[in-house]
């Protein structure tokens, strides 16, 4: 059986900044940039995000070393995961990656083809009156027809831009932790991650104990540093996409 690596999140209520503090981000690098998702223009007007409803996330971020439009899935299933999508690779300038994504009770697979370009290349697609689909290349729509072939590409706008502020690689106890806050439309969201691979010896049930256990590490090391954990059910991005289709910010 192919074993994926499991990205576990925390998402944290508190007041940002306050958080960060607590949690000792400032020992270590910053990385700021501005994300956009690309939504269906119709649906938007409406004040839907119809491409999430249907498990489809197209992001874009642009700063730091390079620019980058991701195509994920999530949730998904093997099943759907179909030719050269049954597995991950790397291929310069692509990496399609396949993980199991956790957060408090919620477990789902997702998986996601990443194009990376030079600095600034995608700024003109999340331009206002742009079609952020004219960026989606020919590897990450086979990608889609191959695995969601329902999927509409037509006709879609950016909502955006979040500023996000990420710090990589932050100590808690023997835990390596990436913070990502977002702010944007008067809403603050702070996650923090880690991952957990697969090693040669695990067979599925190794794995999800090994995972499980480092679940409840993170959250008993943000929570010893006085840091609320969020008990809301939606992830950061549904929250975030719901608000700005529904603000239309565009």
Known sequence: MHLSPVEIKVNIEDDTAAALSALGAS???????RIWFAEDREGVAQGRVPLLEGGVIVR????????????KLRPCVREQLVGRFSAPFDAEPFTYKIEEDWSGKSRVLSASLVHDHPPGALSGAVGTGADPATAIDSVQEQFLHACVPAVPLGG???????????????????????LEAWSVAGLDFLEGSIRVKPKDED????????????QRKLEEAVRERGVTL?????????????????SGQT
């Not at 874009?60 to 195509?71: H, Q, W």
């Not at 939606?234 to 719901?242: A, F, I, Q």
């Open 156 to 178: 879609l706008v950016a909502l955006g831009p979040i500023r996000s502020t990420k710090f990589d690689d932050v100590q808690l106890d023997d835990l390596d932790v990436d």
């Open 60 to 71: 874009f971020r642009v700063g730091g070393d390079a620019d980058d439009l991701t195509v």
């Open 27 to 33: 020992d270590s690098a910053m990385i700021t940039r």
């Open 230 to 246: 969020s008990e809301h059910p939606e992830s950061k991005t549904r929250r975030v996409l719901t608000a700005l289709a529904g």
């Open 203 to 214: 067979d599925l049930e190794k794995l999800t104990e090994r995972a499980e256990r480092k």
